[in-house]
């Protein structure tokens, strides 16, 4: 999400931190450093500068210079500075005293309003609301039907033309809000048009659904990927619609971070939502100070845990506990654990959040690819093979890897592999094990994930 800008911005600390004393010279030329790094991540000019000029100030104070670690303490002015900029509380989507609470999305063609709608519903209804879609995207083709698509995936109601038997987005969404009402859900989000550029038509009617809709929240999304075109355009929305907050889609893709770190002092509005990937599961909650951690190489292990609590069951993890005890680990059981982890998100992004991590694999590849491939290796067992991989012997081997289309080689790997990770599996549920000194066994080597 944010690798250039991180790796820039630790290479300026790194000779920061090796100082005993920070003069006024040092500091600006690692000002300068951080600049540069800031303008290359696409952050806007005018912010840039005025962010720079609040560290210099809050750095040349006497408590810095006097300090016996002076590099830590800049360092802490830079990621206070950055919570600052990013905003320094977690905004949400306050829900209306009398349901529903409706949401209007708003944003140029192609940001992804659609698939956030989506995932605006899955993330309300995890949390035991009950959502509701209006589909008033008349201009774009396949919309209505890309919404009715997301709906049918979460079990959720979608409202279009067909139902309002009108092509009038204004009338659609008026209509969508009434329907809402009259079946008791939680939350709805009309999901409007967009256009290439902002044009009056467009703005003449995404207000107008304002005005007859009255919605509790405006949102805009934002590409992150245009970097600053996305925050010029949102400027030129605020202007027009006065939205109350902004989601970043598509952070996990080519977006080098200038979008998140500008579009909130530039619009006074607070980024609300990031998207990071393409599946629905795919969206976070903006906490300015997790992001700043993460933009610092500082890792973020509360979303991480988040994640995972997301994506494991407890009474999954339980089964899995008393086969553990039991010397009863399967590849069955081990495919349910690869589901469940690339469930929690992209390789790349999970490492990102453990401190350290970023640090310490650079230059490496994380590739999502073999969990893939190890997943296509177990679906080419038989069920009787997945409960006794002790019965894998050379044909059984030979029919799997073309099943898989993968090698034999890449079968013995997993197999040898997998009966390393139940050696330690074994070692840790035998009584007494704990507290001898033995330290926690480590992953076999090579194994996915490890």
């Known amino acids: ?14 000779q ?3 100082q005993g004393r920070i003069t006024e010279r040092l500091l600006d030329e690692s000002l300068r450093e951080i600049r540069r790094a800031l303008l290359e991540a696409d952050v806007n000019f005018k912010v840039a500068k005025e962010f720079l000029g609040r560290v210099r100030e809050r750095a040349l104070g006497q408590a810095v210079m006097k300090s016996l670690t002076p590099g830590q303490q800049v360092i802490k002015i830079v990621h206070d500075e950055l919570v600052s900029l990013l905003g320094t509380a977690t905004a949400t989507i306050d829900l209306a005293p009398q349901p529903p609470t409706v949401v209007l999305l708003a944003g140029l063609q192609g940001s992804g309003k659609t698939t956030i709608a989506g995932k605006l519903a899955l993330h309300f209804q995890k949390r035991d609301r009950l959502p509701y879609l209006v589909a008033a995207d008349t201009t774009r083709p396949a919309a209505v039907d890309q919404l009715r698509t997301h709906g049918a995936t979460l079990g959720v109601e979608v409202f279009g033309p067909e139902q309002a038997q009108t092509q009038d987005p204004v009338e659609i969404c008026r209509l969508g809000v009434l329907q809402a009402r009259s079946r008791n859900r939680s939350i709805v989000f009309l999901d409007t048009a967009g256009r290439n550029s902002i044009d009056e038509k467009m703005m003449a009617q995404v207000t107008r659904i304002r005005e007859v809709c009255e919605p509790d929240e405006v949102l805009f999304v934002a590409d992150a990927m245009l970097g600053q075109e996305s925050v010029e355009t949102a400027t030129r929305f605020h202007e ?7 989601i970043l889609s598509k952070m996990e893709g080519d977006a080098r971070g200038g979008a998140a770190l500008s579009i909130r002092q530039v619009t006074g509005v607070p980024v ?39 994506a494991f069951d407890s009474e999954q993890a339980q089964r899995l506990e008393a ?14 654990q690869l589901q ?37 290796i177990i679906n080419s067992m038989t069920v009787v093979e997945r409960q006794r991989p002790q019965i894998l012997n050379g044909s059984r081997r030979r029919r799997i890897a073309r099943g898989s289309g993968t090698s034999i080689q890449d079968v013995n790997r997993l197999v040898k592999q997998f009966g390393a990770m139940q050696k330690m599996m074994r070692q840790m549920s035998r009584p007494g094990r704990r507290g001898r000194g033995r330290g926690m066994p480590q992953m076999p080597a090579g194994f996915p994930g490890a």
């Open 340 to 376: 469940a982890v690339k469930r929690m998100g992209p390789l790349d992004q999970l490492m990102g959040m453990i401190p350290g991590a970023s640090k310490a694999m650079k230059g490496m590849q994380v590739d999502d690819g073999a969990f893939n491939q190890t997943e296509a």
């Open 1 to 14: 999400m944010f690798d250039r800008l991180t790796e820039r911005l630790d290479d300026v600390f790194r």
């Open 323 to 336: 086969k553990m005890r039991k010397e009863a680990f399967t590849f069955e059981d081990f495919k349910e």
């Open 16 to 18: 920061l931190r090796g």
């Open 272 to 310: 609300k939502f990031i998207g990071t990937g393409e599946t629905l599961e795919a969206l976070e909650p903006f906490h300015p100070e997790r992001v700043a951690s993460r933009i610092l190489g500082m890792g973020d292990v509360m979303s991480l845990v988040e994640k995972a609590e997301n």
């Open 240 to 246: 027009a619609l006065a939205f109350d907050g902004v």
